[in-house]
């Protein structure tokens, strides 16, 4: 099992999509991004994690995905399945989907 860890120099690609929602349709949105978790991203090859967060005014839903490599976020966007989740989430909201790197971890 895995979880996931934000540390600096770690050799995992991160992969954060923010979307902006009505908030009228973040749980729809949600939803989705739940169900292409649970069905597609998590049996794609050098899946680690998926976190979905959700803003407290409705407006936004942010993912922040861990995968093993860069290359393993570009084969996993190229599949149909996932595109086709993609597809649903852009019917509802507006995604703005980019690779990060941690700069920095602070701790109390």
Known sequence: MTETVIRVDDQVATFINVFDVDPSKQQELIAILNEGTEKVMQHRPGFISVN???????????????????????ATMGDPEAQAIAKRTAEIAKAAPQPYKVISVHHA
């Open 52 to 74: 979905i967060l959700a803003s407290a005014d409705g407006s936004r839903v942010v993912n922040l995905a861990q995968w093993r490599s860069v290359d393993d976020i570009k």
